[in-house]
């Protein structure tokens, strides 16, 4: 499976931007696809995912500002981030787990400062 993101950038606080990511190659019809981010010398962390019926999951930090979603028959993860804040600055990774594979895209840049 490739990922494939787009949408990173600069952006002032409180503005938004929207993530997508495009898998290809074997997907399974059941899987959970989301974002996870990381800022150098800390740990990946979860931003937030979907299953392939919907359901969400999400970091608390995160609730209420961003939304995640998806496109079954294309394949592809959204994250709608609003209100962006100087912390949400950082590599967002695209992510996809089936089964026992999990794969992961090759990182967009958010960066929000004035």
């Known amino acids: 499976v490739q990922l494939q993101a787009s949408g990173g950038g600069l952006v002032q606080p409180g503005g938004s931007l929207r993530l997508s990511c495009v898998a290809s190659?074997?997907?399974?019809?059941?899987?959970?696809m989301g974002w996870y981010r990381q800022v150098p010398g800390k740990q990946r962390e979860l931003v937030a995912t979907v299953t392939e019926s919907g359901s969400t999951n999400y970091a608390d930090s995160v609730k209420d500002r961003f939304a995640v979603s998806r496109d079954n028959a294309k394949n592809t993860v959204f994250l709608q981030m609003n209100s962006l804040k100087p912390e949400d600055t950082a590599v967002y990774f695209c992510?996809?787990?089936?089964?026992?594979?999990?794969?992961w895209g090759q990182g967009t840049q958010v960066t929000v400062s004035s």
């Open positions: 992510y996809y787990h089936a089964y026992s594979n999990v794969h």
């Open positions: 190659g074997s997907i399974v019809r059941i899987n959970v």
